[in-house]
């Protein structure tokens, strides 16, 4: 399973589709990721939007992971859950959670990424590594070195999120990241599924290069 496109839904960027179809859509792109992102819904609704994102990543191969709500993303069968800072510790919802549910977690620093990994992440995402306008309370980009600092420090799965776009795509994946999590690049876009295509394709190809 890779995490290389990690689309993450959100209907407020999402050009008035909601997140089941902006799922629908990405995957159809290719995405290998979605992840469902909503500070505003009840968790009744979380779960029913859930469970029909649910049959979508299923039906593509998809993984499929939820936001902040370890008890929604168990209630709806989901494949893991994304916990922040303000969220849950890693290792509490390690000891809730089944075997093989996966648990990503963000990270602003090397020493963070660290920590992630020695409490039980799947994965880590350094968060954010370009500035971003999408998530209010994101902080300052960490940069290409500290995403390079984090992949000689961290064996897990290392995804950047944060102002990625078809433009950097590439210099992100050459500083270490094994894949790129993304609102605006490809839900903010008139065409998804071209969006989410073409970022693929740009990430197979600086893979490539790399090897
Ligand atoms: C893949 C991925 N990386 C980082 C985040 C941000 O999580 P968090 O810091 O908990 O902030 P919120 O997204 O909950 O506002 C993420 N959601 N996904
Ligand atoms: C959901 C999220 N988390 C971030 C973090 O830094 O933790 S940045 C972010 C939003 C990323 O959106 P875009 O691809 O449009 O920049
Ligand atoms: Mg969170």
Not at 1 to 23: F, K, P
Not at 124 to 137: E, M, N, Q, W, Y
Not at 180 to 188: F, H, M, T
Not at 191 to 200: C, E, I, K
Request: charge should be negative; charged fraction near 20%.
């Amino acid at each position: 399973m890779g995490y290389d496109l990690y689309v993450v839904t959100d209907e407020a960027i999402g050009r008035g589709r909601s997140h089941v179809e902006l799922a629908r859509l990405a995957v159809a792109g290719g995405a290998d990721v979605i992840q469902l992102r909503d500070k505003t819904l009840s968790g009744r609704a979380l779960l029913d939007t859930a469970l029909a994102i649910r049959e979508v990543t299923r039906d593509a191969g998809a993984l499929f992971i939820v936001n902040d709500r370890l008890d929604v993303a168990l209630a709806a069968g989901a494949d893991g859950v994304h916990l922040g800072a303000s969220d849950l510790p890693v290792e509490e919802a390690r000891r809730i959670a089944p075997p093989g549910f996966v648990i990503g977690a963000s990270a602003g620093s090397v020493d963070a990424a660290v920590r992630a990994a020695a409490t039980g992440a799947d994965y880590v995402a350094l968060s954010p590594t370009f500035a971003t306008g999408s998530k209010d309370d994101a902080g300052p980009g960490c940069g290409l070195a500290t995403l390079s600092a984090v992949r000689a420090a961290v064996s897990l799965p290392l995804v950047a999120i944060g102002g990625i776009t078809a433009a950097n795509v590439a210099d992100v994946i050459a500083a270490g990241a094994d894949g790129v999590a993304v609102i605006s690049a490809v839900v903010g876009e008139d065409n998804v599924t071209a969006a989410a295509r073409n970022l693929r394709d740009r990430i197979a190809a600086a893979k490539a290069e790399g090897r």
